[in-house]
């Protein structure tokens, strides 16, 4: 089993930054990837970005050249660094934990961005 937590949100103006972790423990080695999702108020969930065990790394078009996903080489702490946040960025950010037998969902960190 996989667990995973985030933390790191908040409330920020428009055109700052948070930056997200996402830690995880257990059997760590089934895991091939992990992923950021997101969920606005009202809205679907959102894949936001994901990096995969050899470091390979993914965004929306909606966040790429904001958003930088990183990884601990033992994929037990990733990162999501948001800088030049817009209101539409407000979600619930949730890291989800993807391999082999493997789906394992965060309960998720709220960021608020707004004037």
């Known amino acids: 089993q996989v667990r995973v937590v985030e933390s790191g949100g908040g409330l920020v103006q428009p055109g700052g930054s948070l930056r997200l972790s996402c830690v995880a423990s257990?059997?760590?080695?089934?895991?091939?990837?992990i992923n950021w999702y997101r969920q606005a108020p009202g809205k679907e969930r959102e894949w936001v970005a994901s990096?995969?065990?050899?470091?390979?790394?993914n965004y929306a078009d909606s966040v790429k050249g904001r958003f930088t996903i990183s990884r601990a080489d033992a994929m037990n702490i990733v990162h999501l660094q948001m800088n030049s946040l817009k209101p539409e960025d407000t979600a619930v950010y949730y890291c989800?934990?993807?391999?082999?037998?493997?789906?394992?969902w965060g309960q998720g960190t709220q960021v608020t961005v707004s004037s």
């Open positions: 989800n934990a993807y391999g082999r037998a493997l789906d394992s």
């Open positions: 990096v995969t065990y050899i470091g390979s790394t």
């Open positions: 257990g059997s760590i080695g089934r895991i091939n990837a």
